[in-house]
């Protein structure tokens, strides 16, 4: 029996997504909403990861009748290889957005780097010192050309562990070791992986899952913690600043150019050349006001930290911001792109750009991004579209009004500034706030969209809720988008929603309930937060103590199975929306969410409904609590934070 499609109400939380959802509908327009309509019933096998198609006797599928593979390969085995096949996907987009950056730092210091410096000074000596490199007398393209190099070595490495491992907490480093998930070079990893997964070889499914662990602490502590570092390097490093969130954005008199996907190096040069007063003039005689630039999903957030360039949506409303027939161009580059865009975009006058020669779009126009003139082929990029504002369709624009207010930009060096002032920047206030019990614990959601729930509507109970309940919420990628969409990303926000102990911290520092720490790489922040709160004692000695939660509430891609891994690795219970394709084995599903508490002190756990994922949230942070004896303390007359500004003035 065919279900009856849903209502754009029923599609979205936002108004401004339900909007274009009925604009869409109105205009036929098909939507990953509705193209999720027609996958109804969506193949068990899969769904179940017990279809196997490594080898060609196969494809192979377990069922009651037929337990094994032709090979022999049972359930366990095949759920568990498909399962590291994911995670190796994963780790393989993070870290090779990772590696470019490193080759532009490298081109940079080598003076190569075209249009593209190293921006912050600070950063770079910060990442030098982290690896023991000789500073004195040394100028900064002497030391970020070393500082390349270790981290080149860092992908190709055969025998030794990541140096960068050696940034987290030393107790994590000996439990990796201990385990022997402690992982040698990320390229290796991502090898040796599909190696372990081809036909006949490893079998074991426990072996199996312990290498998906490895290699996705490669991601997490290997290629995103250096895709970060390096990003700082030559962009900056993040603070507050003030933008908006949603299609509201969007400008009606200017032309709306759109930048979508994940890696910084094109976004930033847009973000600098749509400043320019000469294309500004430029779309002034076009008989447009200006230029908005604005972004979707993790480019988005990359361009948001550093520039306060407002966010148009996250990863469900690619296509809706191309509805709204005010778009004149879509720059998209690598990840999270849907090969659907050129097509809904035939519907408008909407140019749809790739960007990077290794992810074409048939429909799209390639316009390959050259790094020796970068500033250049912005300035040309931008204009292209300034010519098609002409073709803009006025019947065919709306633009919904919802734009809400947001202070973003919370990277650790931010964070601990906010914290402790300029001249005592420290994660002391926090770690205090949380044995005294004004704050509960930390949490940090992360991850997509995905049609399967309504956007966005997990990602907002779940996060009102626990700020309620006095949990800080650290949030990255899609998640991030939806909470600046709830308008919740403000320190207004926490006097509002928060419960009493956070809004008392908030008020006090003067930060959101919810900190906006950047794109999926930058879970990586939240990893050397969960170190910084470590390193400043009385919360334990290892991620796997301090009262902390990793939540991907309405996640879909490899990577958020990769960032799942390298949370659980790292000793932090992850809560998920909805199961991994693993339901065809008992055993792999008791080994995920059950035995590798015993092995890292954290495991998954599945809650599809929100409010079920608090609870459970609730009473993780609160054994942990228990396990460190500050429950008791918080019992006791506290040193007030109200005092505490004083004394900072
Ligand atoms: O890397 S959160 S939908 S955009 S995968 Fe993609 Fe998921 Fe968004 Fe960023 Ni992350
Ligand atoms: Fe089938 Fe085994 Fe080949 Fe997989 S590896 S397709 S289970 S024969």
Known sequence: MPTQPKKPQDRAWDSASVEILKKAEQECIDTCFTRMDLQQNQCAFGKNGVCCRICHMGPCRITKKSPRGVCGADADTIVARNFLREVVGGTAAHSDHGRHLVLLLKKAAEGNGGDYQIKDEKALRYAARLYKLEENGRTKEELALELADIFLDEFTKQEENLDTLTLSPVKQQNIWRNQGVDPKGIDRMVVESMHRTHMGVDHDYRNILMQAFRTSLADGWGGSRIATMVSDILFGTPSPVRSAAN??????????????????ELSEMLAIASQDPGIIDYAKKAGAEGVTLAGICCTANEILMR????????????????ITGAVEMMLVDVQCCMPSLPEVASAYHTEIVSTTDMAKTIGATHMSFGVQKALDSAKTMIKRAIDNFKNRDPNKVVIPKENKQMVAGFSVDAIKYML????????????????????????????????????????????????????LVLKTGCAAIASAKEGILTPEAALEMAGQGLREVCEAVGIPPVLHMGSCVDNSRILEAGTEIVLEGGLGDDLSQIPAVGVAPEWMSEKAVAIGCYFVASGIDVILGHPFHIEGSENVIKFLNEETRDIFGGSFHVYEDPLEAVNKIMKLLSEDRKRLGIDKKAERKLFDMKDRRELDV
């Open 247 to 264: 299609l509201g954005v969007l400008g009606e008199k200017t032309v709306n150019i759109v930048v979508h996907g994940h890696e910084p």
């Open 307 to 322: 520039h306060g360039i407002p966010i148009a949506g996250n990863f469900l409303q690619q296509e809706l911001a191309v």
């Open 420 to 471: 402790g002032g300029r001249f005592r920047a420290s994660f002391r206030p926090l770690n205090d706030a949380i044995i005294q019990g004004r704050i509960k614990g930390v949490v940090g959601i992360v991850g997509c969209n995905n049609p399967k729930t309504k956007l966005d509507s997990y990602i907002n109970t779940l996060t009102r809720e626990l700020i309620k309940n006095n949990v």
